[in-house]
């Protein structure tokens, strides 16, 4: 091994390093698990599938009662655009969870990461999902359609998702739609931004670890935390109120650094000329995404039952 196999370019402790031979280390995730058949604890089945030759997803289907068709939530995870995987113990359990309490048909998109594959390929691998999605609605020669999708999917009830960085993905993906077309002409009923990744050079200085993260992930970025992906209240940054959703739910937590942001969100969005209806969930005393890490807490409990109800007041 060369010496310079060994010697770090990036180091962000704890989270991820990269050597100056391309090598990428994750220092922060869970590990890796199958999809299962049936969960034991919530009933939900799940398998994996490719979209495309670059990007694959985990798709969710619930105990199904009778043959009602179920709505489609397009999940993207968190992990800073750089971590975790769609795949990984948190997010399956946390998947099996949501779609159980939901009663939805979740494809959690598996994008390509940053370093290897810097932004913005997270933002245009998940549009190319929700593009998948719409694909099912169509008569394509050649397009292999996903059964679960086909006999248990209503395609005029579809959501996307995510939180923290797959937060932000969701609300770009949202602004996306308000300004392009989705294939099988599907609109985006619900958008649900929980502790979304925004950052601003208000709130956040230029040597902070998520504007440092960033500039990382996004190193083109010419405007580095004031780029409109990750600050969505610049100038240059394409008007809230093309929003192409009718409803959009954000979660917060108290504890948490990017709540003033997502609360500056909600105003925003509100005080834009949008015509949909947005609410906020603000949890007491707890931290970012930390329904995600333990699952069986009252709180975290109460937060899934707060997306459920959202996602079933989108579809009424």
Not at 36 to 49: F, L, R
Not at 112 to 123: D, G, I, K, S, W
Not at 145 to 165: C, M, Q, R, T, Y
């Amino acid at each position: 091994m060369n010496s310079g196999d060994n010697e770090v370019v990036v180091d962000f402790p704890h989270l991820i390093r990269v050597y100056k031979n391309g090598r990428v280390e994750r220092l922060f995730g869970s590990p890796i698990v199958s999809a299962s058949p049936e969960d034991p604890d919530t009933g939900v089945s799940s398998k994996d599938i490719d979209i495309s030759p670059q990007i694959k997803a985990r798709i969710y289907l619930p105990k199904l009662t009778n043959d009602q068709k179920l709505p489609i939530l397009v999940y993207y995870h968190g992990g800073a655009f750089c971590l975790e995987s769609a795949f990984s113990f948190l997010d399956h359990r946390y998947l099996n969870r949501i779609v159980a309490e939901s009663n939805v048909i979740a494809v959690s998109v598996e994008y390509r990461l940053a370093p290897e594959h810097p932004l913005p390929v997270a933002y245009e691998d998940s549009w190319a999902a929700l593009q998948w999605v719409g694909s099912h609605v169509e008569s394509k020669p050649g397009f292999e359609k996903e059964p679960w999708l086909v006999n248990h999917g209503d395609f005029e009830k579809v959501l996307i998702g995510g939180d923290s960085a797959g937060g932000n993905i969701a609300h770009n993906i949202t602004l996306r739609s308000g300004s392009e077309t989705l294939n099988g002409g599907i609109k985006i009923l619900g958008s649900l931004l929980c502790f979304p990744f925004f950052l601003t050079s208000h709130d956040f200085k230029e040597d902070s670890l998520p504007s440092k993260i960033w500039g990382f992930v996004n190193p083109s970025a010419e405007k580095g935390v004031d780029d409109p992906n990750i600050n969505p209240f610049v100038e240059k940054s394409q008007s809230l109120s093309t929003l192409g959703c009718s409803k959009i739910i954000v979660c917060v937590a108290e504890k948490d650094e990017l709540r003033n942001i997502g609360i500056k969100y909600v105003e925003a969005v509100k005080n834009s000329e949008w015509k949909g209806e947005i609410e906020l969930i603000d949890v007491e005393d707890e931290d970012h995404c930390f329904q995600i890490f333990d699952t069986e807490t009252e709180k975290a409990k109460n937060l899934m039952k707060g997306m459920a109800n959202f996602i079933k007041k989108c579809c009424v």
